[in-house]
């Protein structure tokens, strides 16, 4: 008998590689993983055979991934280029994976009809939609469909005990091991198990006429028979396992993976948390929800049983935690560190087969002629159209989600911060991205100047990142408390880590560098903000790495490649008869276990269309749930949150609607009056939880008072506001507020100052700036400092100027020091002082010793945001001394000082006042320093005041914050002596700068203030500008 | 002429004192030729030489590193292990191409004659090496019209000197010469130096407390004890003490020695004391500023519904209406004194308006007060 070329298969792998082979250039570069093995096949690309990358995490290994996938775009490379080689590699992977598919199709059902189906599915399997072109897991992908191809090679030599099926099937099994390392180890619990089960099933059913007479006696008889090809195997398998990235396993053991877990959607409540329940479950079960019936019903029958109990954990275990069973049976530090999704990718890839004979059964099958006797022939179209149109449906809704809901942020132009980092020897200091998304592996990618950051948390050594729950620093704040906090630390002491430039691609974080201390350098042609710090050290030209040994290296850079030739050279004959026909090829011999579609049970018809009753009844009742929270305004409560969720996603046209109509406010004055308002609430805030008092409410009126807490890049703001409601047929609204009708008093202004510029006079040379281009260090004067004790956390306060005439950037580096002079820790001031400063400006400052936060008390950490988290470091000793490094640099930029204090109002442990603005920047942030004096007016303490909105040109802005409570501050140490500007001791530098020094100037500025344990305050101004012009 | 039993060795060229960059060579005669090397030592490491044999003689030349680098020089001729010979060359700079190394730092400095640059000199040899001490520099500095030269003698490889700053700021230009070379050019600018007292002044429109004008204080020209105008940029505080007690505040940095500093008028009738700091340096005289009253009085009016309380007629000095913005204020309390709720507006057009929810207020009466412009005025309220 002539085999016949399976023209489904050929169909599939035409229509699988056409639309699978032109979407991903489309898709694949904005999903979350490719971009990362794009970085890590760079790295090979560069170097093949050192493991050590120095570009990520201060450096990490990349011997902590399976490396094939890696090296083979890296090896592309070299013909196109990197995306070349990971597009190749992604069409390599579509073949496979519809081959695979195909072959493990014909192993579970040995008929090929039905194995052509299956392949045709699982080119419109949404799992496998969603796994290449919104995950991007190309490994997991790749390890997989070779899997597939594994398992008729492993039936075949457990089955017949011919050797080279032996050898074609640990061929495979390296090249899945060096692919992917989870794939290997949960596909031989979840896949070869059931196929073992399977083979001794069919062994068994060989022995007895039919499969009633199958008793476990026999079946453990033929377990028994076949138990050294298996055992063979298994150990076969198990050394390919431990030696083909054997690499891998010692740094396993050398860098245990110290990262505490980091959420991810996939353990999420998919109940609660319904987008992780679209994408995590809905989405790659998709139209295999309604066949649930089915398919459990043939993977428990006698032959499928093993397949069957694996499907089943699989599903469960997929469900996350939506119920506390894979939590239970994974055990808390495995359910936390696996993504548990892959599970569901298994399990719908393994019912794909099932899946097949399905449709095969309802096209031209039993089904078919059974449906059509029972319900006619118009319900046979309608039921397979709707199943036709239901996959059709899964396919563009998964192929489009990323174009509604884009996971990461625009496509980035890196070639101006690819030449920026080249230019002028910037890549001597590492570099940090913000808001790039999964983008930053594709930036690291193209040059090889160093990042804090990364994208493979597994490789982290950086105490500050292990300890905190974060993807990465770049995206810190979806990741609140642990993410802002992690990213002040880089962003206060930089110099720890080398760190000198920011790309900044999302505003969000612009306060909280400025108020760091950073300063904005130039924005790049792609609308990339670049954010400098001064004073700086460049990275040494030595840096330590964790070298291996050298035999280690050569292994890694070769085996895995060999696996791939070798299993091509193994199986290649086998491949090319295979597409050719050229020869007859040996019968599988699972083929003849394909059993005949004469009768479908009329059970599973009923069951299914219970099921799939069950199901839309589901869907309706969600559809229900979704359109009742549209019903904005149904009630006051409703009608405000709504409100400010329009806020808060700043679709004020939404907002606007909730308007009184009978205010006569028109949307295009409400709109102008919202969108002049700017502000670290209105600017930079996020809301983060809202409650709603309904203080009095009659028929048609209610008044209400809106408490809303905002979490800023700076601190977390709760404010509230109270307005009054109205009903107007039937439908509640907002009684519009009054809007300041404050009128600047100039229309036309003008405004001169002094502005700087530097740049170094040299010719552009690769060299270092000439020594006669090199600016003095502007002179600073520490005038006070002193380490107080205070709420069981070290300060230390001060005050200091400007004594140069330039202004100066500055940077206040504080150590702390016991009796015996030993270090206890050292921190930088963050945001009580003033960076920046004019010629004789003065400002307060204070430092406070920050630790690494969490890192003692991993198990507490707090599950919402708040950014003014403070850690304050664990000392061993009392700290009684303390030494003060000032360095002043020129500065150029933010140097806006016109903001007067026009009121002030002392009350009862409370401040209230209005700033003016009598400049022409608008002020975005401002802040107050407050500086506390006791009776002798000798300084005590200092603190800060964020203003939640902004200062508008030629405009007031009204403040009111309460004072703080002094009582208990504690002074340790008021001595200058170790106080050291740019190096220099400060006294000498007040001897000559400042030689006359007038006090009571100082003095004069202090605001009696009588409070508690204090009694002059002094306040001082500062702010951000958002857009200076 | 040394010999042992293991070999003889004569030294043929006996120069102790080379000039660096000229070729040394050194000659020996010797009755064994092989294996004899000469063991080169200076201040930068050593060296083994191999000979060049010719016959009986053994020549060894010096290689570069050794000849071109100025300083002792000493040698060992090494056979058997053992050195038999011995001497040391005085390789003295090569005066014929010198190069000048010169510094010029810190590159600004503070007029008065305390404040100084430190203008340092190495004269090199063309092989980096330093010239001999007292060999003299020439240098120059300019400053305004004047051009000194001067010269100073090198001592320990290098030859420096003090630049003090000049009571004038400015720019002093300095450059240093040797035997025909010459440095760049060098600058360090001079600032001028701590400020001195000052006065101020106050600019405004009118003198009337209406909360929308700004006032101006403006300094004279700031200058140091040496009649220098003060740097550009320097902050200048401006202290105002309110005839409340507060301490309200603006700033201004200099631009040729005057700063400017600008606020609000306020909106009530008050007396500011102003007086501006550089702080720490100096300070100016206290300025007196009276502001009168704008607004002299409003009229309430409560509409009939009792919803609205309508607050009208604020005039400002002119009669005409108030600029918009002036803050309103309204308390509403019980008769017993009893605080209902304090509500804030601004006016618009002379006007303001409070809305009275009349589902909130219960039925009796209420006293109204209304505060703006540093005027209170109350009304009563019944609702029925």
């Known amino acids: 008998m002539k085999q016949r070329s399976n023209t489904l298969l050929i169909l599939a792998l035409f229509i699988g590689v056409g639309f699978h082979g032109s979407s991903i250039f489309f898709t694949l570069e904005s999903t979350y993983d490719a971009l990362i093995h794009l970085f890590f096949a760079d790295h090979y690309a560069q170097s093949w055979f050192e493991p050590w990358d120095y570009r990520w995490y201060t450096g990490f290994t990349v011997q902590s991934y399976p490396p094939l996938v890696h090296q083979t775009i890296g090896i592309l490379s070299y013909l196109g280029g990197l995306k070349f080689g990971m597009f190749t590699v992604a069409l390599i992977g579509i073949v496979l994976f519809i081959t695979g598919a195909y072959r493990f199709g014909l192993l579970i059902t040995g008929d090929r009809k039905i194995a052509g189906y299956t392949s045709l599915l699982a080119v419109f399997s949404s799992t496998f939609i969603e796994t290449l072109h919104i995950f991007g897991q190309l490994p997991s992908i790749l390890a997989l469909s070779i899997l597939l191809h594994a398992l008729p090679e492993i039936y075949l030599w457990i089955k017949s005990g011919k050797l080279r099926y032996l050898a074609t099937s640990l061929s495979l099994i390296a090249v899945t091991v060096t692919s992917h390392h989870v794939t290997p180890i949960f596909g031989m619990v979840f896949f070869i198990f059931p196929l073992i089960g399977m083979v001794v099933m069919d062994a068994t059913k060989d022995q007895v006429q039919h499969n009633r007479a199958i008793t476990f006696k026999v079946f453990w008889f033929q377990f028994k028979k076949l138990f050294w090809r298996i055992v063979i195997f298994g150990f076969g398998s198990l050394i390919l396992f431990v030696f083909c990235i054997l690499p891998y396993w010692l740094n396993s053991k050398k860098n245990p993976i110290t990262q505490v877990p980091i959420p991810h959607g996939s353990r999420d409540n998919f109940l609660e948390v319904t987008s992780s329940g679209l994408v995590f479950f809905l989405i790659p079960w998709g139209i295999l929800l309604f066949l649930l019936p089915y398919i459990f019903y043939r993977f428990y029958s006698k032959r499928y049983l093993f397949f069957g109990l694996s499907f089943t954990i699989l599903t469960i275990l997929g469900t996350g935690g939506t119920t506390p069973i894979p939590r239970l049976a994974l055990g808390e530090t495995a359910f936390n560190i696996l993504t548990l999704d892959r599970f569901t990718l298994w399990a719908t890839i393994m019912a794909l087969p099932i899946f097949g004979e399905f449709v095969f059964r309802l096209v031209e099958g039993d089904l078919r002629v059974y449906i059509q006797d029972r319900f006619g022939s118009i319900y046979h179209k309608i039921v397979g159209g709707s199943i036709a149109g239901g996959i059709l449906l899964m396919v563009v809704f998964t192929m489009s989600l990323d174009y509604f809901r884009p996971s990461q942020p625009q496509k980035i132009n890196m070639l101006p911060i690819v030449n920026f980092l080249g230019q002028d020897q910037h890549d001597q200091w590492r570099y940090l991205p913000l808001g790039f998304g999964d983008q930053m592996a594709w930036l690291s990618a193209q040059t090889n100047a160093m990042t804090v950051d990364g994208n493979y948390h597994s490789a982290r050594r950086l105490p500050e990142l292990t300890t905190r729950a974060i993807e990465r620093l770049e995206n810190s704040k979806f990741r609140g408390v642990e993410g802002i906090g992690s990213l002040q630390q880089f962003l206060t002491v930089p110099e720890k880590y080398n760190l000198k430039y920011i790309f900044s691609n999302d505003k969000f974080y612009d306060p909280i560098l400025y108020f760091c201390g950073w300063q904005r350098l130039q924005q790049l042609e792609n609308g990339i903000m670049v954010w400098e710090k001064l004073n700086v050290p460049p990275i040494p030209a030595i840096i330590s790495k964790e070298d291996v040994s050298n035999w280690l290296k050569i292994i890694w850079g070769i085996i895995p490649l060999l696996t791939v030739i070798v299993a091509f050279i193994i199986n290649i004959q086998w491949v090319w008869l295979r597409a050719l026909k050229s020869k007859k090829l040996p019968e599988g011999l699972f083929l003849k276990y394909a059993v005949s579609y004469d009768k479908f049970s009329p059970k599973i018809v009923f069951t299914s269309h219970i099921w799939a009753f069950f199901l839309l009844i589901v869907f309706a009742y969600g559809g229900y749930q979704a359109y009742l929270n549209h019903a904005e305004q149904i009630a006051p409560k409703n009608v405000l949150m709504a409100y400010y969720d329009a806020l808060d996603f700043k679709e004020f046209t939404r907002a606007y609607s909730y308007i009184d109509p009978n205010d006569q406010v028109s949307l295009s004055q409400y709109m102008l009056e919202v969108s002049v308002t700017d502000g670290i609430l209105s600017s930079y805030a996020k809301l983060d939880s809202i409650g709603v008092d309904i203080i009095e409410e009659s028929d048609n009126y209610a008044k209400a008072n809106v408490h809303t807490q905002w979490i800023t890049p700076l601190e977390k703001i709760k404010k509230d506001y109270e307005h009054d409601l109205i009903k107007v047929n039937g439908k509640w609204f907002i009684h519009a507020k009054g809007f300041d009708n404050d009128l600047p008093p100039d229309q036309f202004l003008s405004s001169n100052g002094t502005s700087y510029f530097n740049h170094g006079r040299r010719r552009i040379t690769t060299q270092q700036t000439n020594h006669e281009d090199v600016l003095k260090q502007p002179v600073l004067e520490i005038l006070k400092a002193k380490l107080v004790k205070f709420d069981n956390g070290y300060s230390i306060i001060g005050e200091l100027q400007n004594v140069d005439d330039i202004p100066s950037d500055v940077v206040l580096k504080a150590t702390l020091y016991n009796d015996e002079n030993q270090e206890l820790a050292n921190y930088n001031a963050k945001y009580q002082m003033k960076h920046k400063l004019m010629p004789k400006e003065i400002t307060s400052f204070r430092v406070d010793f920050e630790g690494i936060a969490w890192s003692s008390t991993k198990d507490t950490i707090p599950p919402t945001f708040d950014p003014d988290e403070f850690t304050p470091v664990s000392l061993s000793e009392q700290p009684t001394k303390f030494n003060l490094q000032c360095a002043g640099n020129s500065a150029t930029t933010d140097l806006y000082k016109s903001v007067a204090l026009q009121e002030l109002h002392i009350e009862e442990n409370s401040i209230r006042g209005t700033l003016f603005n009598f400049g022409i920047q608008e002020v975005t942030i401002p802040q107050l320093l407050l500086s506390y004096y006791n009776s002798d007016k000798e300084l005590i303490w200092v603190d800060h005041r964020f203003l939640k909105e902004g200062v508008r040109i030629q405009r007031k802005q009204t403040f009111d914050f309460s004072l703080n409570d002094l009582n208990g501050i504690q002074t340790i140490n008021n001595s200058l002596e170790n106080c050291f500007v740019n190096g220099l001791p400060n006294a000498s530098i007040s001897r000559k700068m400042f030689p006359n020094r007038i006090p009571s100037h100082q003095e004069n500025l202090f605001q009696p203030t009588p409070g508690r344990g204090f009694d002059f305050i002094k306040v001082e101004v500062n702010g951000y500008i958002g857009n200076p012009r | ?384």
């Open chain 2, 1 to 384: 002429m040394v010999s042992n039993e293991n070999g003889s060795f004569q030294l043929l060229t006996p120069v102790t004192e080379v000039v660096a960059g000229h070729a040394i060579t050194v000659k020996f005669r010797a009755n064994v030729v092989d294996d004899v090397y000469l063991l080169l030592n200076n201040a930068t490491g050593s060296t083994l030489v191999p000979p060049n044999v010719e016959g009986d003689t053994l020549s060894y030349t010096f290689p570069s590193s050794f000849k071109n680098k100025a300083g002792i020089c000493s040698w060992n001729l090494v056979y058997n292990g053992l050195s038999h010979e011995e001497g040391q060359l005085n390789i003295l700079p090569n005066n014929s191409y010198p190069v000048l190394e010169t510094y010029l730092g810190p590159r600004s400095i503070s007029a008065g004659n305390r404040d100084f640059s430190m203008l340092v000199i190495a004269p090199t040899d063309s092989y980096d090496n330093p010239l001999l001490d007292s060999t003299r520099i020439d240098y120059s500095f300019q400053f305004k019209e004047a051009i000194q030269n001067e010269f100073v003698y090198t001592k320990n490889l290098i030859g420096w000197e003090r630049i003090f700053s000049p009571k004038e700021s400015g720019q002093i230009l300095v450059a240093a010469s040797y035997d025909n070379v010459n440095s760049k050019e060098f600058v360090t600018k001079v600032y001028p130096s701590i400020p001195t007292d000052f006065r101020i002044i106050f600019e405004r429109n009118h003198k009337f407390a209406d909360g929308n004008q700004q006032i101006a204080f403006i300094t004279d020209i700031i200058k140091d004890e040496f009649g220098n105008v003060i740097t550009d940029g320097t902050m200048v505080t401006f202290n105002i003490e309110s005839s409340e007690n507060m301490i309200l505040q603006t700033v201004g940095t200099t631009l040729n020695g005057i700063a400017k500093g600008k606020i609000l008028h306020p909106n009530k009738e008050q007396r500011w004391n102003v007086t501006a700091y550089v702080i720490g340096a100096a300070q100016s005289n206290t300025l007196v500023v009276d502001f009168e009253k704008a607004i002299k009085s409003f009229d309430i009016e409560i509409s009939k519904d009792s919803t609205t309380v309508f607050v009208k007629n604020m005039k400002s000095f002119m009669q005409q209406l108030v600029p918009d913005g002036i803050p309103i204020t309204m308390i509403i309390s019980k008769p017993n004194g009893e605080l209902i709720e304090t509500k804030t507006t601004t006016t618009r057009f002379g006007k303001g308006s409070f809305s009275l929810t009349k589902d909130f207020l219960i039925k009796g009466s209420y006293e109204i007060r209304i505060e703006s412009a540093g005027i209170t005025k109350t009304e009563n309220l019944e609702i029925e």
